[in-house]
């Protein structure tokens, strides 16, 4: 079984730049959700998709966007960047449309997101 | 709205002692589900344990068990016989309901960083 994989592991950009991250999720999750981890601080979570479509948004502007392929991979699209974007940009996946249970989600291990 | 409220930025524990970390929420939901996660300083994040808002009995797993008050809305995480590699940071997360048809969104807590002392 193949767990929740990430790329990049880490990136550097300036600020008005465009930036994608990509999550590949574990075998058989049809759900990835995507949180911003700033310094210090806990996740929070940006969006989640579910069968190719958004599925629940944070308090994120629309700079963020994300996509989520048919093989459940997804991409989080960051545009023009701010200083305040710098994170841990963290990845998971989950089966969802169980009906009972933790409905886990398995996170991947993050891509570092630095503007400079 | 939900909120999930870790009161230690950071706790000492000594090798082989039991450590407690604390978490209070707060929500209007009926059914929700309690989360602990581990993030060690690589930053994934590795999931410990859960407990259901309707679950009788108290979660765990080896090492962790969870204290779940209900009336006090806390979940506290219990971690028997503390090893070196059990310094991390502990993150308690909330869940709205506890089965799919929901966002499956959590929201976390700022974390209590442990560390254990040999």
């Known amino acids: 079984e193949t767990g929740v994989t990430q790329s990049p592991t880490h990136l550097i950009k300036t600020r008005g730049q465009q930036v994608t991250l990509r999550c590949s999720s574990q075998s058989g999750h049809n759900t990835v959700s995507w949180y911003q981890q700033a310094l210090g601080q806990g996740p929070q979570f940006i969006f989640q998709?579910?069968?190719?479509?958004?599925?629940g948004r944070g308090n994120f502007p629309p700079r963020f966007s994300g996509l989520q392929f048919p093989n459940y991979s997804s991409e989080l699209n960051v545009n023009a960047l701010e200083l305040d974007d710098s994170a841990l940009y963290l990845c998971?996946?989950?089966?969802?449309?169980?009906?009972?249970?933790?409905?886990?989600?398995?996170f991947g291990p993050g891509t570092r997101l630095t503007v400079l | 709205a939900q909120k999930i409220t870790q009161t230690q930025p950071g706790m000492f524990v000594q090798e082989k002692e039991a450590v407690t970390l604390d978490c209070t929420y707060d929500?209007?939901?009926?059914?929700?589900?309690l989360f602990w996660y581990k993030q060690p300083s690589s930053g994934e994040m590795i999931f410990l344990i859960y407990?259901?808002?309707?679950?009788?009995q108290n979660a765990t797993e080896g090492r962790y068990s969870l204290n779940f008050q209900k009336a006090r809305k806390s979940a506290n995480l219990v971690i028997s016989a503390s090893q070196l590699g059990d310094s991390a940071m502990y993150f308690c997360?909330?869940?709205?309901?506890?089965?799919?048809?929901?966002?499956?969104?959590?929201?976390f807590g700022t974390g209590t960083l442990l560390a254990v002392q040999p």
């Open positions: 929500t209007s939901d009926q059914s929700y589900g």
């Open positions: 998709y579910y069968r190719e479509e958004e599925n």
């Open positions: 407990q259901g808002s309707y679950d009788e």
């Open positions: 997360a909330m869940r709205e309901a506890p089965w799919g048809g929901a966002t499956n969104k959590l929201i």
């Open positions: 998971a996946s989950s089966l969802d449309g169980e009906t009972s249970g933790s409905n886990e989600q398995f």
